[in-house]
């Protein structure tokens, strides 16, 4: 809420002191409702454009850039429309008598209804109101996405890892632990296996909002899943928040030293975003300790090598 007041203050109030500013400067201080000035300036601007749009015309034409023809057809219509200004101005009383056979007074285009204070006002509210709008969404809509830095960039290598099976560590579902007031409801095994499933799916296709969401859900109804906290573990790593994830794995290892994903995805970040290939292959080791034969175990071998070699 506070940060929609700001919002709200930072754009309303300079959208209404915009539109205000007329009523004030044009009131000179003797109030907010001043009638519009006479039309006499708006005549006057007007015949002063007309007798420079006349003298730039004979000059062109003297430089022998418009034609004899083309600079009396354009002289015509300027006189023309200076007679208009003029009589206009006369009829006002503020101008010289119009010249003799000069055509009748046309009305000057554009009574500026806008200049009117009412028509102002009712400008300020509208733009107060927009600048409310505007300030609601863009505190509704910038949060910060915490996944933002990935999403543009593209996952780093480490988030092809997440469809890695949790091979020789623990079960994916386990009963859940304690309770108490407040607590979730107990759920089985099985549906907590359907859960980890599930979110699973969703780390593999890049939806980590989904992914998240359904972590959480599942450690709070068994705060020990070493499942659960090694893949949030993973979504934190791949967000670029490496001592974060680390500090995950650590918690998953704490409860279940064998479990070969956070192993592997503790040297993965150990080796791309800390540079510390010797963590990294203490981990990868870790991992060939105790998954002994398959692919994944041939990928571990072969990130091994490479990280040796660069050393």
Do not use: C
């Not at 009523?23 to 519009?36: K, T």
């Not at 062109?60 to 208009?84: C, K, L």
Request: without cysteine; charged residues 25%; glycine residues 10%.
């Amino acid at each position: 809420m506070r940060n929609v007041v700001l919002v709200v203050l930072a754009l309303g109030l300079p959208a209404l002191a915009f539109a205000l500013w007329p009523l004030v400067r044009r009131g000179g201080g003797r109030g907010w409702l001043a009638l519009p000035p006479e039309p006499t300036r708006e005549l006057e601007e007007e015949k002063g454009r007309a007798l420079r749009a006349l003298r730039e015309l004979e000059f062109e034409h003297d430089a022998g850039h418009v034609s004899d023809e083309d600079y009396a057809t354009v002289r015509a219509r300027y006189e023309q429309e200076a007679a208009v200004v003029l009589r206009e101005l006369d009829r006002l009383g503020a101008g010289a008598p119009p010249p003799a056979g000069a055509p009748p007074a046309r009305a000057v285009p554009g009574a500026r209804a806008w200049r009117h204070p009412l028509a102002l006002g009712a400008v300020a509210v509208v733009l107060v109101a927009f600048g409310v709008t505007l300030g609601v969404g863009i505190v509704r809509y910038t949060e910060p996405d915490p996944m933002a830095g990935a999403a543009a960039s593209g996952p780093p290598p480490m988030a092809g890892m997440a469809g890695l099976p949790p091979e020789g560590g623990q079960p994916a579902g386990r009963p859940p632990t304690g309770g108490g007031a407040g607590a979730p409801r107990p759920i089985t095994p099985e549906i907590l296996q359907r859960m980890l499933q599930a979110a699973r799916v969703s780390l593999n296709e890049g939806r980590y909002g989904e992914a998240i969401s359904a972590y959480q859900a599942i450690l709070k109804r068994d705060a020990k899943n070493v499942d659960a906290m090694t893949h949030l573990g993973l979504i934190v790593a791949i967000g670029g928040h490496a001592d974060a994830a680390l500090e995950t794995f650590d918690k998953a290892l704490a409860i279940d030293p064998r479990y070969p994903p956070a192993l592997l995805y503790r040297g993965q970040v150990l080796y791309e975003a800390k540079q510390d290939a010797a963590g990294a292959i203490r981990a990868w080791e870790r991992f060939l300790a105790v998954v002994p034969d398959g692919e994944d175990r041939k990928r571990v071998e072969k990130l091994i090598a490479d990280a040796r070699a660069k050393r």
